[in-house]
């Protein structure tokens, strides 16, 4: 039976290993055995659960042990080819299931009731911010308890099982509640599904005392999703091709900027078609790094308004026509609402909608389709890339320091620039490591995320470690300030239980520099912790663990040299200590503006 399985597995996997791709013709043939006439003693919910999930792509899940789960959990790590990775907390657990979504595609997690879910939440709306499947998983309460006037621990006290769900109804596209077993099998299925086709998070709710009853209808073995393909209205995708191709071919210097909608529109092979064809240089806003290849030879950096990558901006917004794929403006990625650009000057392609200027508009049309369709149809016109070849200067340089002068944070990056390759990926956390890293010239290979929407500070411990979990044959390097460091500090400790060999820089500036830059007060100062001696606390001697104090460009050189070479097995933790006024020149300039967005005052009634 379980070889049986496998084989049916295999078949509707996408040959990459990630999940996105459905199976071809939107079919899968199954074996037609019948079901057995008595109920097989592991035809249970736990079972069905784990193994849809393993046949989605997922290989580990994320979990906080509750009263109201643990039976849930003995089901999940029974099943071969699922392991448990037991967090700290369930905020990191939601984190880390949010890492590992952006790299394989999907991800788990599973906690207790209530006091576990509220814990979660944030997690999870940043998951949904992102649009980011993840399935988050809740042990409920037992069946007996529904609609009786009981009050359950774990709750706030009143006979009413709702709030959590209530909760969730805001952040996850799909909530099932499973109390009872005639259809659970359906509700499973259903949200499972729809957070595959939604790409975003989904809440699942599982009565503690239902996932070891057998139970008829999970006698088969799980049917292998197939997702049925969607496709682009035909009439709406040519009139919409046409329509572009137009206004397009009509503009004298016209450019293309990828946006992080690409991701869930699956559509960056089709957007590299695109930039072949149309010979538009190419920009990339600052949330969809990582998603457009910077080794391609028109690419001309972020586009991020007054802090983009020099010259960037000048081409974009000196041209008649640009052309927005899966934008998303909101005021971080418009540096407060500054951007330079007219709409009449722009066509915006969503994933399932293309926008051209002031209009028309053309729903029912697949980012990826239009983008393939388009690449067929525009004219090559390289002249906006000629005037960037123009006016171009090659980046400088920082000053040399002394190597053993206090450490500055723009000597720290171009060290860690040298780092980069195929084999690595980069997780930035909210604060300056976004300008920092966004600077940062990515490897063909080389992975990149960051949290740009939500930018929940403390994101990057848990993510760094469900993308790292996610990616065992990369290298993640993370880079995380200090004030973030200490909401999520915990699962450094998960980090070395998994055996993971990320490198950490914690760069040490005493205090929350992002929201410095924005308002000071006294607030945005915080209390010194010895990192380096945290992480060894947890260490504790158990795994590998190595950890680096540095204060100048030396002992970093040194530290570095150490965590590649002599170390590359461990999970390097080096503790960066820098001014705390070094930031980077584009936090400056994008704090000043943020904090004037924020400081408008009300309008006149």
Not at 17 to 28: D, E, F, I
Not at 98 to 103: F, I, M
Not at 259 to 271: D, I, M, Q, S, W
Not at 275 to 301: N, Q
């Amino acid at each position: 039976m379980d070889s049986a399985i496998g084989s049916q597995l295999q078949t509707c996997k996408p040959s990459n290993g990630m999940l996105g791709n459905p199976a071809q013709n939107g079919a899968t043939i199954l074996d037609s055995n019948a079901p057995p006439s008595v109920v097989a003693a592991d035809a249970t919910l736990g079972r069905h659960l784990a193994r849809r999930l393993v046949e989605i792509g997922v290989k580990d899940v994320f979990s906080v042990p509750g009263d109201f789960n643990l039976t849930l959990l003995d089901h999940l790590i029974a099943e071969p080819g699922l392991k448990n990775i037991g967090c700290c907390n369930e905020l990191n657990a939601g984190y880390a299931a949010d890492g590992y979504a952006r790299s394989r595609g999907v991800g788990a997690c599973v906690v207790t009731f209530t006091v576990g879910g509220l814990s979660i939440i944030n997690a999870i709306a940043g998951a949904y911010s992102e649009n980011l499947p993840v399935i988050c998983i809740v042990g409920g309460p037992n069946t007996n308890d529904y609609g009786t006037n009981r009050i359950l621990h774990h709750t706030i006290g009143l006979p009413d099982f709702s709030q959590e769900l209530r909760c969730f109804q805001t952040v996850t596209c799909y909530q099932a509640v499973v109390n009872n077993l005639e259809d659970a099998h359906e509700q499973i299925d259903r949200a499972i599904s729809t957070s595959l086709k939604e790409s975003k998070p989904v809440y699942i709710s599982i009565s503690c005392n239902l996932p070891a009853i057998p139970h008829p209808t999970f006698t088969r073995e799980p049917i292998p999703f197939s997702l049925s393909p969607r496709s682009s209205n035909k009439m709406g995708l040519e009139a919409a091709v046409e329509a572009a191709t137009t206004f397009l071919n009509k503009a004298v210097k016209p450019v293309i900027i990828g946006g992080p909608k690409l991701r869930v529109a699956k559509a960056c092979e089709a957007f590299v078609e695109l930039a072949d064809a149309c010979g538009y240089p190419i920009g990339v806003m600052p949330s969809a790094k990582g998603l457009v290849p910077e080794h391609h030879s028109r690419f001309i950096g972020t586009y991020w308004g007054a802090v983009s990558t020099s010259f960037c901006a000048e081409i974009v917004e000196s041209a008649d026509a640009y052309l927005f794929v899966g934008p998303i403006f909101n005021d971080y990625s418009s540096v407060g609402y500054s951007l330079l650009l007219k709409k009449e000057k722009a066509i915006v392609v969503q994933p399932d909608r293309v926008v051209i200027a002031n209009g028309p508009a053309f729903g029912c049309v697949l980012m990826k389709d239009f983008l393939q369709a388009l690449a067929k149809k525009v004219n090559r016109n390289p002249t906006a890339f000629e005037n960037y070849q123009r006016i171009f200067i090659p980046d400088g340089v920082p000053t040399k320091s002394d190597p053993k002068e206090p450490l500055r944070v723009n000597i720290m990056f171009q060290h860690v620039q040298k780092m980069l390759s195929s084999s690595t990926a980069v997780i930035a956390e909210t604060g300056d490591s976004w300008f920092n890293c966004q600077k940062l010239k990515l490897p063909e290979g080389c992975g990149y995320e960051f949290q740009m929407q939500y930018g929940s500070i403390g994101w990057s411990v848990g993510a760094t470690l469900g993308y790292a979990q996610s990616v065992p044959d990369k290298r993640v390097i993370s880079c995380i300030g200090d004030g973030s460091f200490q909401v999520t500090a915990q699962d450094v400790s998960t980090m070395l239980r998994c055996e993971q060999k990320s490198i950490i820089f914690l760069i040490n500036n005493g205090g929350y520099t992002i929201e410095v830059e924005i308002h000071d007060g006294p607030y945005n100062v915080i209390k010194n912790w010895d990192y380096t001696g945290l992480v060894e606390a947890i260490h504790n001697g158990e795994g590998n663990c190595w950890t680096k104090k540095v204060r100048n460009e030396g002992e970093l050189i040194e530290a570095i040299g150490t965590a590649t070479g002599e170390k590359k097995d461990c999970l390097c933790f080096i503790e960066v200590i820098v001014h705390k006024d070094d930031t980077s020149k584009e936090l400056l300039e994008w704090g000043s503006r943020v904090c004037a967005a924020n400081s408008r005052p009300p309008n006149p009634q």
